[in-house]
Nanobody, 126 residues
Framework: QVQLMESGGGSVQAGGSLRLSCAASGYSSNSNCVAWFRQAPGKEREGVAKIRTGTGATYYADSVEGRFTISQDHTKRTVYLQMVSLTPQDTAMYYC???????????????????WGQGTQVTVSS
């Protein structure tokens, strides 16, 4: 199986930046795609960004496009989420998720992913 571990969360002021990391272990076979999700208390889970690990193609939610960048390091088996120009609306618990079966559509849906990390908290103050 695949184990995912997130890190890099913290507290920043509006306009600040953070970089989240998601390290994978387990199967030598790479995940087909990896995504970042976020969820604030009392709100529904939101897909933030996704990357096709084979091609490097990326997809973003409208709310973060232009501010967030998802990338990968194959050697380290790690996916990153670089976040800039953060606002209080970005405050949430952030999770990474991996899909190991074929298919990785443009939309970012939690039901499409099989493995999840424990989450890392991002807090943005005004």
């Amino acid at each position: 199986q695949v184990q995912l571990m997130e890190s890099g969360g913290g507290s920043v002021q509006a306009g600040g930046s953070l970089r989240l990391s998601c390290a994978a272990s387990g199967y030598s076979s790479n995940s087909n795609c990896v995504a970042w999700f976020r969820q604030a208390p009392g709100k529904e889970r939101e897909g933030v960004a996704k990357i096709r690990t084979g091609t490097g193609a990326t997809y973003y939610a409208d709310s973060v496009e232009g501010r967030f960048t998802i990338s990968q390091d194959h050697t380290k088996r790690t996916v990153y989420l670089q976040m800039v120009s953060l606002t209080p609306q970005d405050t949430a618990m952030y999770y990474c998720a991996a899909r190991t079966t074929p298919a990785c559509a443009a939309q970012i849906r939690g039901v499409d992913f099989d493995y999840w990390g424990q989450g890392t908290q991002v807090t943005v103050s005004s």
